[in-house]
């Protein structure tokens, strides 16, 4: 037995995988273009308040669909060396959908909660889903990213 072998697990990025569930995922880009127009004010939100909180619930549900697909296929452990700085980004991208998925949970639940003579209350939740959607974009964006350089590290990059 060698006692200089490493039992650490790193994770890996399924380039090809995560690549494949961002592109086909496009029931989630319509529901947040549904979205946006709705929350562009409290008084639309308020008239279309009904639908917005259905809205939220089927992106709540899409965005857990997505983030376990990413788990289950874009991301796995791998008991060999792998490029330990993106090992390192996989990890922190895939922590985060804890947190997106918790924020958009509670972003749904609050909404429920709420009739349209709450309009104080509608302006806050809009302001939380603006602030959930900023955080969700970048996370998606750094998660291209992470794509691409794997992509790199498979083929390599002309010199």
Do not use: C
Request: aromatic share 8%; no cysteine; glycine share 2%.
């Amino acid at each position: 037995m060698n006692n200089n072998a490493t039992s650490t697990r790193r994770l890996a990025v399924n380039a090809a995988f995560l690549k494949d569930i961002k592109d086909d995922n496009h029931h989630l880009k319509v529901l947040i273009d549904k979205i946006g127009p709705m929350v562009s004010h409290p008084k639309i939100a308020a008239n279309h308040w009904t639908e917005l909180v259905e809205l939220f619930a089927e992106l709540r549900d899409q965005l857990a669909l997505h983030f376990s697909l990413e788990e289950a296929f874009g991301y796995f452990d791998e008991a060999i060396d792998t490029s330990p700085e993106l090992s390192t980004n996989a990890e922190a991208l895939r922590s985060q959908h804890t947190s997106l998925f918790e924020a958009i949970r509670h972003l749904t639940e609050s909404a429920s909660e709420l009739t349209t003579e709450h309009e104080d209350r509608i302006s806050r939740v809009i302001v939380r889903y603006d602030t959930f959607l900023r955080a969700f974009a970048t996370h998606e964006e750094a998660e291209l990213k992470l794509i691409l350089e794997a992509f790199d590290d498979d083929i390599g990059v002309g010199d």
